[in-house]
């Protein structure tokens, strides 16, 4: 057995929850075994939450719009004429206390974005930095849920279906190892778009920490 969060979009601040669920998690890097693992995380959750709709949101999804919402596919404006995925503008963001941020991983694929050797050879990780802009640590999930709310909000098709859906997982996903995840990520918007606040918080990043997470910082909002 394992134990996997299913985030639910909610009409306050942070308008995503967290729900635990315990499930049968089947071995193997398969994309056969990825998806009886998600088909088992569904199962459960739906056992306690009956109605939820769910979207696994990766590239290991059974569905079409959660592999397009995957972090590694989802796309944004690197410049005026050129885009990156969201994983590659997140590394290329990191701002650590030897180094970065490294811009140039935005014109890298994703994968190579993410396994770039500066990343693990330049120290604590102390913030991010974003076309100038300076964004804070804490709240920790807060410059990622940014950057992806924005990357996802530029197709409003894609928006339009993914508020059809009430509840998201993400397989590959562990609290135990990481911070960020892209199926939160998705539940925050949807909460917003609930709450009708998803246009104001995207005004910009200092509105998304207002909104968002009610400014919920003491390191203050973003800064240049």
Known sequence: MARR???IPTDDAPY??????????YPGFSLQQKQRSIASLHDSFLADWPGRKTLEVSSKSTVGLGIRLSAFNLMI???DDAECSVEAAFQAAKKFENGGPYADLMQTSSR???????????????????????FPFEPKTYFYDWLYASALCRDKELLK????????TDIEF??????NCQARSVAKVVGLWQADELTAALESPE????????GASTLGPPQR
């Open 5 to 7: 969060p299913v985030f």
């Open 16 to 25: 995503v929850v967290e729900h635990a669920v315990e499930f049968q998690y």
């Open 77 to 79: 404006h690197a410049s």
């Open 112 to 134: 190579q974005a993410k396994r770039d050797p500066r990343l693990q050879q330049s120290g604590r990780l102390i913030g991010f930095e974003f076309f100038g802009k300076r």
């Open 161 to 168: 279906q993914v508020t059809e859906y009430s509840a998201f």
């Open 174 to 179: 562990n609290p135990k190892r990481s911070i």
């Open 207 to 214: 509105s998304f920490w207002e909104i968002g997470f009610g």
